[in-house]
């Protein structure tokens, strides 16, 4: 399918890499772009982009009655962006498990309500598609932030599921595993980075080829041609070394 003309939801649209997604889709000639968050008020400056096609829905994708709510606003949507996402970045052996609870909760259950309730909307719209923002921590477990590489990982599987399961009814499904963009999250991390709008064209254009796998940017590429020729040598570089 193609961006332009379509219909776009996106989450967790007011910040970062999802407000890059909306504005990336306006560039792009998409009809109607729904732009979500938990406060709708954040999204003020986005729909003043352009009040005609920016549609501001009040959002958490972990509130059953919002999601549903959600699905029956936009019954003409064509693509998903599940970007929404929470990132408490802890160790697995953390004191609490508060933060793991949260990640999971978002980036895994989260998201898979926003695909079981958006599934029957596109496929009645002849299957458009869903890209799924995922993480270079699906790829590997970092150990300083394990509980938020477990929660991409169970996304990361989730996704390969439904690309399956979506496939009789012509939904395409992109898993996106992004590495070094600028946004909230990575604003404190060292390096250089893409902005928001260019991960987001990056991502488009890969929807619109057919692509079922991307790394959007030269961090996310990197990583994944080290741990494609030795994973396990990849993986033992992150351990930190034994307390002497």
């Known amino acids: ?21 909306v504005e990336a889709l306006l560039e792009r000639g998409a009809a109607r772009v729904y732009a979500t968050a938990r406060q709708r008020d954040s999204l003020a400056s986005l729909v003043a982009l352009d009040p005609a096609r920016v549609i501001p829905v009040e959002l958490d994708v972990t509130n059953a009655s919002q999601v549903e709510a959600a699905a029956r606003q936009a019954r ?9 996402g929470a990132a408490a970045m802890t160790s697995l052996l ?8 949260l990640e999971m909760e978002v980036n895994f259950w989260g998201q ?18 869903i890209i799924q923002i995922l993480s270079i921590g699906a790829m590997t477990t970092f150990p300083a932030v394990g509980t938020y590489c477990a929660s991409k990982f ?14 009789p009814q012509r939904t395409h499904v992109m898993s996106v595993f992004s590495g070094a963009i600028e946004s909230d999250m990575s604003k404190n991390t060292p390096g250089p980075k893409i902005s928001a709008v260019t ?13 079922e796998e991307l790394f959007p940017d030269f961090k996310s590429q990197r990583m994944r041609d080290a741990y494609q020729r030795d994973p396990v040598a990849f993986e033992r570089a992150l351990r930190p070394a034994p307390a002497k």
């Open 112 to 129: 898979l309500a926003m695909i079981r309730a958006f599934a029957p909307v596109l496929g009645a719209n002849g299957g458009g598609g």
């Open 1 to 21: 399918m193609q961006i332009k003309g379509a219909t776009v939801l996106v989450t967790g649209s007011n910040r970062g890499i999802g407000r890059g997604f």
């Open 199 to 211: 991960h987001a064209h990056n991502c488009l254009a890969a929807f619109e080829d057919g692509q």
């Open 154 to 167: 169970a996304a990361n599987a989730m996704c390969k599921g439904v690309r399956a399961e979506l496939a």
């Open 76 to 84: 003409d949507l064509t693509l998903l962006v599940n970007n929404g």
């Open 94 to 101: 953390a004191p609490s498990l508060e933060g793991a609870r």
